[in-house]
């Protein structure tokens, strides 16, 4: 019995011993041929004097003003098309269709979209919008108009 249990340990070790050695020859394989002739990689200079720090937000965007009460945050104003205008008593709403399918209803003093225009003034056949852009002088307020299309 003795001499059975030397002979499994031998082969347990010699087991193992294959074993490394398969795994040192596969690694050895694995390594890049580049790294085995010694080539040396030219390095790569990147001059970025003239472009913009890609960190930095771009100047149209880094001066506008964050309103918290502006919806459809993540959608252009050119993408809303107005659908309908409603007139109640004292009260006007502008319906919108989004690109999404979705319908929306606003009134006087509400922002929308990406630029945060402000809804300023409802009208029979209109809508009217003031959008800041920013401009070299500054910020400037533009006037966007969008009109009731006739249903097709």
Known sequence: MLLTSC??????????????KTLENVSSAMKPKDAE??????PVFYD????????ELPASVKNVKQYPNTILVEMPLDSLKLIGI??????????FRGTNGRVYKMTEGMRV???HALLTEIQRSQIKFTVDVNTEAGV?????????????
């Open 7 to 20: 002979e499994k340990q031998n082969n347990a070790k010699r087991d193992v011993s294959r074993f490394v």
């Open 37 to 42: 002739k010694g080539e040396v990689i030219a």
């Open 48 to 55: 970025g004097d003239k472009h913009r720090d890609p960190f």
């Open 86 to 95: 409603v007139f109640h008593k004292n009260l006007r709403w502008a319906v």
């Open 113 to 115: 979209g990406t630029q």
């Open 140 to 152: 400037t307020a533009k006037e966007v108009v969008m009109t009731l299309q006739e249903p097709s």
